[in-house]
Structure formats: C-alpha cells, structure tokens
C-alpha cells in the first residue's frame, strides 16, 4: 500500500507564496512520477505539475513562470513551491504518484489566495 500526505497550504495574499510538501510512503521505492493536481470549487480535477521519466518536468500552462516542482528523494518528498499566487490559484491541492500499474491519490491540502 502506498500512501500520500500533503502538507503546507493555507491562507495568503495575492502576490505572495506558498511551498507546498507531499510525503511518500509504503511499499514504493521511487518518486519518480510524483505530481501535484489541484480543484476549484465547482471545477473539475486539473493539472499542475508533474516529473516525467528522465528527470524532465511539465508544467501546466497556469503555472509555469509561478511554480516550482522538486522532490528529494532520500526523503520521499516532493514539494511545489508557488509564487506570485492569484485568487484563481485557490483551490485543493492533490499530489499524486504512479506505482505497480496504479495511480494514488493524497488527501489534498487547501490553497486559499486573497485578493
């Protein structure tokens, strides 16, 4: 079983930042396709981040310039550091990871950008 736990949102204003964390654990031994996902009130589940295979990096067209993905792996963690957030940033944040044919799910953390 493999289990995903998001950490870091909150309340900010516009202009400002947020670095969110989700650690890994359980019976997986790579992060290598940890990605984070995010859903507005209303809205269905979107994209935001993701490491492909080979280390690369894709970012949502909504992100890029904004957010940063990283991870270490030591650690199992994977962070997404977000900047110059926007009201239209709010929403719940999903990391997400690809293991043994599956794809699994955190609980979600919330982002919540005054205006």
């Known amino acids: 079983q493999v289990q995903l736990v998001e950490s870091g949102g909150g309340l900010v204003q516009a202009g400002g930042s947020l670095r969110l964390s989700c650690k890994v654990s359980g019976s997986i031994s790579s992060i290598n396709a940890m990605g984070w996902y995010r859903q507005a009130p209303g809205n269905q589940r979107e994209f935001v981040a993701r490491?492909?295979?080979?280390?690369?990096?894709v970012y949502a067209d909504s992100a890029k310039g904004r957010f940063t993905l990283s991870r270490d792996n030591a650690e199992k963690t994977a962070y997404l550091q977000m900047n110059s957030l926007k009201p239209e940033d709010t929403a719940v944040y999903f990391c997400t990871t690809d293991w043994g044919g599956r794809r699994y799910w955190g609980q979600g953390t919330q982002v919540t950008v005054a205006s």
């Open positions: 490491f492909l295979s080979g280390g690369a990096i």
